[in-house]
């Protein structure tokens, strides 16, 4: 079982960078592949960037592609999401999400695949 701790929220203007951290628990950090979900208010949760277990695949939906990076860093147990040109539009609560895979190159982009959730940090982009 992992347990995982996002940290690096806060208020930024729009057009500001930001970069999350998510520290996991336990030996087997690399065994998990990763992702990096969203939730706005009154709004589904979704997915903003998905990492495998290598950190050599990686996902991004339109919404963010060329502004969110994720990366993965195996011996600190730790994904990282760097945002930069952020919008108002992406305020929301940014939650780290673990699945056990075996499968190394796997990415995983649906939320309801993932076993493992941080307790969330709020992202807000004022205008």
């Known amino acids: 079982q992992v347990q995982l701790v996002e940290s690096g929220g806060g208020l930024v203007q729009a057009g500001g960078s930001l970069r999350l951290s998510c520290a996991a628990s336990?030996?087997?950090?690399?065994?998990?592949?990763m992702g990096w979900f969203r939730q706005a208010a009154g709004k589904e949760r979704d997915v903003v960037a998905a990492i495998s277990r290598s950190g050599g695949i990686t996902f991004y939906p339109d919404s963010v592609k060329g502004r969110f990076t994720i990366s993965r860093d195996n011996t600190k147990n730790t994904v990282y999401l760097q945002m930069n040109t952020l919008k108002p539009e992406d305020t929301a609560v940014y939650y780290c999400?673990?699945?056990?895979?075996?499968?190394?190159?796997?990415?995983?982009?649906?939320?309801?695949?993932?076993?493992?959730w941080g307790q969330g940090t709020q992202v807000t982009v004022s205008s």
């Open positions: 999400a673990a699945e056990r895979t075996i499968a190394s190159f796997r990415v995983i982009t649906k939320g309801d695949e993932y076993d493992y």
């Open positions: 336990g030996p087997t950090f690399s065994s998990y592949a």
